[in-house]
């Protein structure tokens, strides 16, 4: 599973809280579905207000480092590990799915 989050700043929107209510809605549907793998994209790194939102998510979710990518889709960039990450994650996975080059 990968949670994708947009980081960016836009008034009204924390996404922290973002995570959190995917978290919950995930537990509410099936508490099982959260004891799968998984990774956090961090989105759009590249607008203003980013920064600031992104250091507040790494220092909440600390423990979870090694889960969390940082990505620029319309810079194309920080997309080398995380294909690493999801390669792996697949690979590790009890589900056969054919990866593509």
């Known amino acids: 599973m990968i949670f994708v989050i947009d980081i960016s700043y836009q008034e009204g929107r924390d996404p922290i809280e973002e995570f959190e209510i995917l978290q919950n809605e995930l537990e509410t549907y099936s508490s099982s579905?959260?004891?799968?793998?998984f990774l956090i994209v961090l989105n759009k790194i590249d607008l203003e207000g980013s920064e600031e939102n992104k250091e507040l998510f790494l220092e909440?979710?600390?423990?979870?480092?090694?889960k969390i990518f940082e990505i620029s889709a319309i810079n194309k960039e920080g997309f080398s590990g995380l294909i690493s990450s999801i390669k792996e994650l697949v690979q590790n996975s009890k589900i056969q799915v054919p990866i593509l080059a």
Do not use: A, Q, T, V
């Open 60 to 66: 909440k979710y600390s423990h979870l480092k090694d």
């Open 33 to 37: 579905i959260l004891e799968k793998p």
